[in-house]
């Protein structure tokens, strides 16, 4: 909770530092990357920070966190951070890397706003900080300790026993531990970061759902490979490598798994609506409803460009048929193929047509235009704002956009 004096202070500057903040976070990473460049080359995603999507994450995630501690100070607003614990998880973040974030975070906001700052304006906006790093803090040490590991010790590294090639832009890799004892258990829903050293000699993180059920043997990924647009930009870092390199027998760095888009054991309805590659969490969902031979209802949603860019498309169908309660509804934006047993159309996905259960979870993945229209849809419906879930394949800014 934030102290009495800083309430006021907070609200106060809160418009002028909340209309900066992109700005502010900008030359936050300027500052640190200047300080230590290492952390762009090995820790950080060095495209976000050039697309500039990282920095309006986190100037999101400030923003919504303050703006909670004054209009709700009697609550923790924790929740926000959950996404973000899980993710700084993936990357084995540490309490001790908290001072020097803080430091250039809070020297940014004095050089932006200058006089502005009093002492009195920088205290308040230090507790903020800290308030927000130590409910960070406290949620990974949960984090780790669940996992059974020391704080920060995420990464392993896994053997790729299997490589198949799902499409024309998308790959499967299956993981497994060297020892060839059983993979670590995880929820589905959950990813996994993988380490690639570059070219250039930069280690690269990035994150990768998990796309079977927790308890087989080995892990899988499905990696779509990112084209640059027009040939002026530049291909994805990472997803090009792992096409380009990653063969069976090889050795890749990969962290325990995160995430907090997990599928609850319950017997209540379910909704898992997909776009493109965000089919991956959904799948693993899927294998887990099967292995646990689920009765639950389960409307199963997933809208792709067309009938081969979808992929796992046959096993997806698979796991569906293997479902009492599950029904597949697909749609192709550029050729309605039909798919024996499930509804096809042609377009863009929408729910007009389904007949859903208003008690139903949502769980979705794919795109930020389609996850916002989709749950424009589920709410029309009646299903409850709190029971509608979704990941990101890529910095949060569903908040911030
Ligand atoms: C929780 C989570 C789960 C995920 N699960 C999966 C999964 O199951 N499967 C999967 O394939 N991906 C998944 N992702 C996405 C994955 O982590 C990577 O973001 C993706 O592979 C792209 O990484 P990259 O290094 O290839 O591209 P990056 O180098 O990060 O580039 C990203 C995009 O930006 C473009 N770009 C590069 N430079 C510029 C520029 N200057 N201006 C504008 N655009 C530019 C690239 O062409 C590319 O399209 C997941 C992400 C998250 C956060
Ligand atoms: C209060 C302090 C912090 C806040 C509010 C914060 C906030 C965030 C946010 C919002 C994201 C994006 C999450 C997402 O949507 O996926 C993120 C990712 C990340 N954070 Fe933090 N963070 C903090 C501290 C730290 C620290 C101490 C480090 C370590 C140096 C760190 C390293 C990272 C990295 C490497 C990523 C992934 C970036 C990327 O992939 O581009 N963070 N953080």
């Given at each position: 909770m934030l102290s009495a004096q800083s309430v006021p202070v907070v609200r106060a500057t809160l418009p002028a530092v909340g209309a900066s903040l992109t700005t502010i976070t900008e030359r936050f990473y300027q500052r640190m990357f200047e300080e230590r460049p290492d952390l762009l080359r090995n820790l950080f995603n060095r495209t976000n920070q050039v697309t500039g999507s990282q920095r309006e994450a986190l100037a999101g995630a400030v923003a919504g966190f303050a703006t909670l501690l004054v209009e709700r100070p009697d609550e923790r607003p924790d929740a926000i951070l959950s996404r973000i614990a899980h993710k700084h998880v993936s990357l084995g973040i540490?309490?001790?890397?908290y001072p020097l974030v803080g430091r250039h975070l809070l020297g940014a906001v004095a050089e932006i706003l200058g006089d502005a700052v009093t002492p009195e304006v920088a205290a308040a906006w230090d507790e903020v900080y800290w308030l927000m790093a130590n409910a960070l803090i406290a949620t990974e040490a949960r984090l780790y300790a669940a996992s059974g590991v020391d704080n920060g010790d995420v990464w392993r590294q896994m053997v790729v026993t299997e490589r198949r090639q799902e499409s024309a832009d998308a790959v499967s890799l299956v993981l497994s531990r060297p020892d060839g004892r059983p993979t670590a258990p995880f929820r589905p829903g959950q990813y996994v970061s993988v380490r690639a050293q570059l070219p250039d000699g930069a280690h690269q993180i990035r994150q990768y759902s998990l796309s079977t059920a927790p308890g087989r043997e080995s892990w899988r990924i499905t990696v779509k490979r990112e084209r640059g647009a027009d040939g002026s930009v530049p291909d994805g870092e990472v997803s090009s490598w792992l096409h380009a390199h990653a063969k069976e027998g090889d050795v890749l760095d990969v962290s325990l798994p995160a995430g907090d888009l997990v599928l609850p054991d319950a017997d209540t309805p379910i909704v898992l609506a997909s776009a493109g590659i965000g089919i991956t969490p959904m799948l693993s969902m899927l294998d887990h409803l099967t292995l646990t031979s689920s009765a639950r209802p389960v409307t199963v949603i997933h809208a792709d460009r067309n009938p081969l860019d979808h992929v796992h498309r046959a096993e997806q169908a698979a796991l569906v048929s293997r479902l009492s309660g599950a029904d597949l509804h697909l749609w192709y934006e550029n050729d309605a193929h039909h798919v024996p047993g499930t509804h096809v159309r042609a377009g863009r996905a929408t729910l007009d047509h389904l007949d859903l259960d208003p008690t139903a979870t949502a769980y979705l993945c794919g795109p930020l235009p389609f996850m916002r229209a989709v749950r424009g849809q589920l709410l029309a419906k009646g299903v409850h704002p709190s029971a509608v879930h979704y990941e990101v394949f890529g910095p949060d800014l569903w908040l911030s956009k």
């Open positions: 540490t309490s001790d890397m």
